[in-house]
């Protein structure tokens, strides 16, 4: 294999008996005890170095965590509810009458992170558990597009897209990652027009392209798994098929079949190129938008993503097309975007950057590549391409090698990156391998004022300034001057080995979303933790705040709809931006509102008291959405209020959601004709105590009557009263 093999290497660290304990590390916001989330046990962290990396292809199986096609099937199917996007999409599916499959990446990022789940669970590997609380961050890259496949009509798969949408626009908490569906049996569009696609299923145009087996791949996010776990001498045993008796995972090449390359190369950690004579055929080959080195650099992308291995054929053959490809025959502007978006994902997307490099040096493709670009326009694919990994050693071995980082008192070091996806590839290791590029001399760009080497700050805070912030726990047994280099503050890394990444979190919850709304204060997280900030913001997803809302929505305990209420009044907050980011948080109250908007038509009270109640909290900016305007919903309240039919206990919610809801209030209540002296004064006492209540808008009608009122004696002046009773 090329480089090192991600499961070869943990198996061996696991062989080893001493372990490595770090205490974690706490920090605490000025506002809320936030836990960063570190390694509590990672074992043998650093006494393993001298295990040199391979140059083999394959690994033989038996070197490799064994785990059963049943075991990792079962596992795939447990979890699918553990992610909420796919079991809203599951729910919306099955209300459809409809199957609906994850597909390519999207399949192949998902059954890898149930993989390295469940060799990590059955203690096969030790792996960063924290990584595997299956949130959409955490399993995706945020440059990743996300596919999604129905058996059912174009017209029926739009519809089905646009109910998603309404859901959520986007997968993450922001606009990077995009998504889309697809049909099984059926064309999408026309070919050679804006947003055409193939059908999967016996359609030449996408059987004759080359390909590659994760390329392939499906995963049924609808089905469920039959109770047994029975192998059948027929074919994939029945833990690994639905209800239907089909697959749940399934092969694209093979879709009746007994073959499923794709499950057989994610067991073995193994990706299979497909390479086919009729390529050429196709129409989009035909038009030069799909030239053979986009299916090597795809296959490339996926291997380095999930660190899989290439038989020596397979390799063989992306050599050959890599050796013929010339740069300069790209004309057809669709496929040099293509490979330039593409090639920008052989770095950022893997997890072994150092391995890449490697791969890509050795197939003569990143030099060819970065003729099509521009290296010096940062964050261009040319200049990812252009950088360099910091590469692996032995530890503690050169001619000048001198003290260690126990004896010096290096035991923490900080790097600031300049963006959020570079944190992210960072970080993406799930053994806490650096996956880091160096800066180097003579390039302005890289700011390498002391020499090449990954720039690194004693400490826990670095003085880039960014805030994004990754820490380090360093090899106690690295030397300077043969892993590393000081000046000053400044610890300058030459070997990947010195370091783990120390894996940390901010853990907000709603709780502190409603504290922070509520003392209308700003958070207070450390400067540099401004990056932990934004990893924590982008798990608010629309998908996951919406299931919080509904359990609450639908809970039949009254704490449950307090915590609603509360939770809908912090969303109005602007500081809650801090947390959700404002389309999530717009996209939030627009879902919610639909969910609500017929309980008004219920015969049942209880409904209409909590829709008022609901309503309120979010009425700016349902307006704002011209989803419910003011002028409508206060002659709603009103029409309540005059009605001789409305019970005195609606009819008091109704007054007290007009007195919070609209600050000209007054001249809405005509109260004397529709109710009696003890109905006013019933409400007037408890409004009295609103001071005291857990609702804020009460609470703050309250603060702002008495500053009116306090005025108003200071002026001498006349105060209207709080309520009038009169026609």
Not at 291 to 305: D, H
Not at 385 to 407: C, M, Q, Y
Not at 556 to 571: C, M, S, T
Request: with cysteine; hydrophobic share 40%.
């Amino acid at each position: 294999m090329w480089g090192i093999s991600f499961l070869r290497s943990h198996v061996d660290r696991a062989l080893i008996k001493n372990q490595l304990w770090v205490a974690a590390l706490l920090f605490s916001s000025g506002f809320t005890q936030a836990a960063m989330v570190d390694f509590n046990s990672c074992q043998d962290l650093f006494l393993n170095q001298n295990l040199e990396k391979t140059s083999r292809f394959e690994t033989d199986s038996n070197q490799l965590p064994q785990i059963s096609e049943d075991d990792l099937v079962q596992h795939l199917v447990d979890k699918i509810d553990h992610v909420v996007e796919f079991a809203y999409i599951r729910d919306r599916a099955r209300e459809m009458g409809l199957r609906v499959w994850l597909f390519g990446g999207t399949a192949s990022s998902f059954i890898h992170y149930v993989k390295w789940d469940l060799v990590t669970s059955k203690g096969l590997m030790s792996l960063q558990k924290d990584r595997f609380d299956y949130d959409f961050t955490n399993i995706f890259r945020g440059t990743q597009d996300i596919d999604i496949v129905v058996d059912a009509s174009p017209s029926i798969a739009h519809e089905f897209q646009r109910t998603i949408a309404q859901r959520f626009p986007h997968f993450l908490g922001f606009k990077a990652t995009q998504w889309e569906v697809r049909t099984l049996r059926h064309r999408m569009g026309l070919p050679g027009f804006f947003g055409f696609k193939e059908s999967l299923l016996d359609d030449s145009d996408f059987f004759w392209q080359n390909t590659d087996s994760h390329s392939v791949g499906m995963v049924e996010i609808t089905g469920s798994v039959a109770n047994s776990s029975t192998e059948s001498s027929q074919g994939p045993s029945q833990a690994s098929r639905t209800v239907q008796g089909e697959p749940v995972i399934r092969d694209l090449r093979n879709w009746n079949g007994n073959k499923n390359v794709f499950l057989e190369d994610v067991l073995k950690n193994r990706i299979t190129f497909f390479r086919s004579s009729r390529h050429f055929e196709t129409w989009r080959a035909k038009a030069g938008e799909n030239p053979e080195i986009l299916s090597v650099l795809r296959i490339l992308v996926k291997a380095f993503q999930y660190d899989l291995e290439f038989t020596q054929q397979d390799f063989d053959q992306l050599r050959l097309i890599a050796d013929e490809f010339n740069p300069a025959t790209v004309k057809n502007p669709t496929a040099l975007r293509r490979i330039q978006e593409t090639s920008k994902k052989l770095v950022i997307h893997a997890v072994d950057i150092e391995r890449a490099i490697n791969v890509l040096d050795e197939l003569g493709l990143r030099k060819k590549l970065m003729t099509l670009g521009n290296p010096a326009h940062q964050d261009s694919f040319a200049w990812w391409l252009n950088r360099e990994p910091l590469r692996s050693k032995p530890i503690g071995v050169g001619p000048f090698a001198g003290l260690t980082a126990r004896e010096l008192g290096i035991d923490i070091v900080a790097h600031e990156t300049n963006s959020v996806g570079a944190m992210e590839s960072i970080t993406r290791s799930h053994s806490g391998e650096p996956n880091v590029l160096i800066s180097r001399s003579m390039r302005a760009d890289e700011s390498a004022s002391f020499g090449d080497g990954f720039y690194t700050t004693r400490g826990r805070v670095s003085v880039r300034g960014t805030g994004l912030t990754i820490r380090f726990r360093v090899n106690p047994n690295a030397r300077e001057k043969a892993d590393f280099f000081t000046f000053g503050s400044m610890v300058i890394f030459t070997n990947k080995k010195a370091l783990t990444v120390i894996p940390e979190s901010l853990s907000f919850g709603w709780d502190d979303v409603i504290a922070l709304s509520e003392a209308n204060q700003r958070l207070k997280v450390h400067y540099s933790d401004q990056g932990l900030l934004e990893k924590q913001r982008r798990r608010f997803t629309t998908a996951r705040v919406m299931k919080d809302l509904d359990l609450l929505l639908f809970s039949e305990l009254p704490k449950d709809f307090e915590k609603l209420v509360r939770i809908l009044n912090a969303l109005n907050n602007s500081n809650v931006s801090q947390l959700i980011a404002p389309d999530i948080r717009k996209k939030v109250i627009e879902n919610f509102f639909i969910e609500i908007m017929k309980l008004p038509e219920s015969s049942n009270e209880a409904d209409i008291k909590r829709y008022i109640q609901l309503v309120g909290p979010l009425l700016k900016n349902l307006d704002e959405l011209n989803l419910l305007k003011f002028e409508t919903y206060a002659e709603y309240l009103r029409g309540l209020i005059e009605s001789r039919s409305t019970s005195p206990e609606l009819r008091k919610q109704a007054v007290f959601e007009m007195i919070l809801s609209f600050k000209d209030y007054q001249k809405h209540l005509h109260l004397k004709s529709v109710m009696s002296r003890s109905e006013f004064y019933e409400i007037l006492t408890e409004i009295a105590k609103w001071h005291l209540d857990s609702n804020v808008r009460k609470r703050r009608f309250i603060e702002d009557f008495d500053d009116r009122w306090v005025e108003a004696i200071e002026r001498d002046e006349m105060m209207t009263p709080m309520i009038p009773y009169v026609d």
